[in-house]
C-alpha cells in the first residue's frame, strides 16, 4: 500500500467545469484511485448541506476530495485595481470556507492572481508591484485559512498562464513572504517541463515544503506519452521523502469549456469515448504505481 494517495483531475472526462460529482466519486473508487481533485468555484453555487453530502458520499466510497483553482481574473488578487484586490479576497475566503465545510485540507492552483496573462506590460518593476499586492491580499487569505484549518498552496505555472509565479524559487519566495503555516507550494511536471532548468533539482529545492504535486505529460497528455524523464521526477520526490498527495492533470478533449481554457487545440487522444479515457486512467494508475514502488515511495 502506498503512502502517497494517488489522484486524477475530473476533466480528464469532462469538459465541463461543473460536475456530476457522485458519479465521478463512483467511477474513481471502481477504477482503484484515492483521490478526485476538480475546480473549486463551482462550489459557491452548491449550499453548505449539499456540500456535506457530497463528502459523505466520497467517505463512504474511500475517495478523498481535493480542490484546484484557476483565479477568474474578476477577482484578481494582484491587480492595481484596489476594489478588484478586495473582491478577490473575499471570493477567496468564501472559497476556503466552502472546503472547511467540506472538511477539505488543501487548496491548490493559480491562487495568487488572475488566471493568464494580464492585457498590459510586465516588466520588472511592474512583476514586483504585481508580487506586492497578491502578498498583501494573501496574508488576509491566511487569516481564514488558518482558522479554517485549510492550507492554500501557490502552483508554479508556465509564462503563458501567469506572469507571477514560474518556477519553484518563485514559489519559495512568494510563501516567504506571505509568511503562513497555511501557505503551501505546488508543483506540476507540464509547468515544469516548460520554465525548470532541471526538474528534479527543482522538487528538490522546494523539498519538504511541497505540499501538493501535479503530474502531466510535455503535452498534457496521460503521463508515460511524452517525453518527460519519470524517473527523474519520482527520483527526486523520493529524494525528499515526499508522502502527500500525487494528482495528475491530463486534459485531451478539444472543444467546450476546458478544451477552450486549456487551450486544447487538437485531440490528444483519439475517439476519446468513456470507454477508451477509462482505459486510459487504469494505464496511468498503473505507471504511477510502479515509480512509486521503483523510488521506495510505496
Known sequence: ????????????WTKKWNVDYRYYIDKLHNLGYDILEFQAQPLLDIDDNECRKIKKYADERGIKLSYSLG??????????????????VIYLNDIVRKIAVMEGELFSGVTYAGWGVPSYFIDEKEKEALFC????????VMKVAEKEGVTVCCEAVNRFESPLINTATEAIRYADAVNSPNIGIHLDTYHMNVEENNIGDAIRL???????FH?????????????IDWDEVFKALGDIGYTRDIVSEPFLMMGDEVGYDIRVWRPIMDDPTEARLDAGAKELLEFTRKYLVKYNLS
Open 215 to 227: 503530474t502531466g505529460e510535455n503535452n498534457r497528455n496521460i503521463p508515460g506519452k511524452g517525453h
Open 71 to 88: 483565479l477568474n481574473s474578476r477577482y484578481d488578487v494582484s491587480s492595481p485595481d484596489k476594489e478588484v484586490r478586495a473582491g478577490g
Open 206 to 212: 522546494v523539498g519538504k515544503r511541497l505540499r501538493h
Open 133 to 140: 499586492r497578491s502578498v498583501e491580499s494573501m496574508r488576509q
Open 1 to 12: 500500500m502506498t503512502m502517497n494517495k494517488l489522484g486524477i483531475f475530473v476533466n480528464y
